[in-house]
């Protein structure tokens, strides 16, 4: 999928460190079927453009006029590249020490044409390999259409870009978000944020870091997740939450890519690629005035959008087998019971089907058939009555999740009730018109 090797096309980011001209063009002759390769000639333009942005891969000389090459390992790790030295100078003591600053490759001058594509192909098979595990252990489907869009992610050079994931809870958003990661960034971290799950008054200084004694409770320096994600991966699951001072604060240091740590006056910068994840409809929250459009279109460089379970119902059987693999016991649906957990609505999705597995093995029957399918969907919000089975959802999915739910079926059932008319369903859920028609654009009604 990703590897010249394998003939398919590579997108890497490369950058060339080399003083001799001569050089330069067999290593750009060499490495243009990788990828866009760039080149710098001194140690002074080299740290420019590392500074600029961040390469996949960073392929350095030694001898730099009267510099040294080995001084710009160090920033070339820090910025997430993958660094080979290439170097007709044997000194056994400068080898190690540019190992030990962390080269993964010191290559020979002179067999560059025959030896370097070795590693850049195995660099690539090792990129392609985490997408083989992905789809085979983490993210299971049959879906041949998600399939080649994930595949087609995965060609892309993330550094330093914006990658906006959506679509409803449990469908595997965090999961796509460490898969992008580990294929980008393969020397660096990923730092992972939660917004909801963060105090509104204590998510500036999640985000930003803050100084000692710069508020109450603050007993010592922090390091925020921006500066945390330096030349890796920043992860904000659930953006859609962020309060809109900080959105304004976030969009200003994404912009600047620098920021103040709260109660400093001394501007940090950073440089990472950016993911964000939600469940929530950003659009109808732009239109409510919630969330920033500029914001928006600042994180939504490429959005891709996870299908719900029930988009996917050829992939249930294939999800239930797999989650049967962590329990030693097993269990038989038969056919018809299959078909009805293909038809089920899954409002919880994949995590919801997870745990559906889990009490299916551990039912004193091994073999399922329909009665006992329908007992088990009986509890849960998607088949239930008004509060029936409230307790379970929200344990498992979260009180937003069941709110959400609550709030789309009961709008349904009173549209039907009252024949679509908005007025006669205002007044009977004794709710506003304006949150009547927040719920139509959250959940994207028509009637």
Known sequence: MLGVKM?????????????????????????????????ATDAASAF??????????????????SNSGVEIIPTIVRKGSHCIVVSSYECEEVIEKAYN??????????????????????????????????????????????IQDLKNLCDINWKNQSLFISGPTGTGKSLLGKLIHDITHTDS?????????????????????HEKGAFTGADQRKDGKLKLAQ??????????????????????ALDEKTFYPVGSSTPVKTDFTL???????????????????????????FQFHLKPLCERSNDVEILLRHFQKSSSR???????????????????????????????????????????????????????????????HVLQYGLRSYINYME????????????GKITACIKELKISSSAFYRILQDHQLHF
């Open 7 to 39: 003939g398919m096309k590579s997108n890497l980011g490369i950058l060339i460190i080399e003083d001799d001209k001569y050089a330069r063009l067999n290593l750009r002759e060499i490495l243009k079927p990788y990828g866009i390769v760039d080149e």
């Open 48 to 65: 420019q453009k590392l500074n600029e942005r961040t390469y996949d891969l960073v392929l350095t000389d030694i001898e730099l006029g």
């Open 101 to 146: 600053l962390g080269a993964k490759h010191y290559l020979a001058k002179f067999k560059l044409k025959e030896f370097l594509p070795i590693y850049i192909n195995k660099f690539l098979q090792e990129r392609s390999a985490r997408f083989e595990h992905f789809l085979k252990e983490e993210f299971i489907t049959q879906d041949e259409e998600l």
């Open 189 to 209: 971290k990923l730092v992972h944020l939660n917004c909801a799950e963060v105090a509104e008054n204590l998510l500036e200084s999640e985000l930003f870091g």
């Open 231 to 252: 030349g890796g991966t920043l992860f904000l699951d659930e953006v859609g939450t962020m309060p809109l001072s900080m959105q304004q604060k976030l969009l200003k």
């Open 275 to 301: 993911i964000t994840a939600t469940c929530e409809d950003l659009q109808a929250k732009i239109t409510r005035r919630e969330f920033r459009e500029d914001l928006f279109f600042r994180i939504s460089g």
């Open 330 to 392: 097993r269990f038989v649906i038969k056919p018809e019971a299959m078909e009805a957990l293909k038809k089920y609505p899954w409002p919880g999705n994949i995590r919801e089907l997870m745990k559906l597995s889990e009490r299916l093995s551990q039912n004193l029957n091994g073999v399922i058939d329909l009665n006992a399918i329908k007992t088990f969907l009986k509890a849960t919000p998607a088949n239930a009555n008004a509060m029936e089975g409230w307790e379970e």
């Open 408 to 419: 789309k079926k009961a709008v349904e059932e009173s549209m039907k009730r009252n024949s």
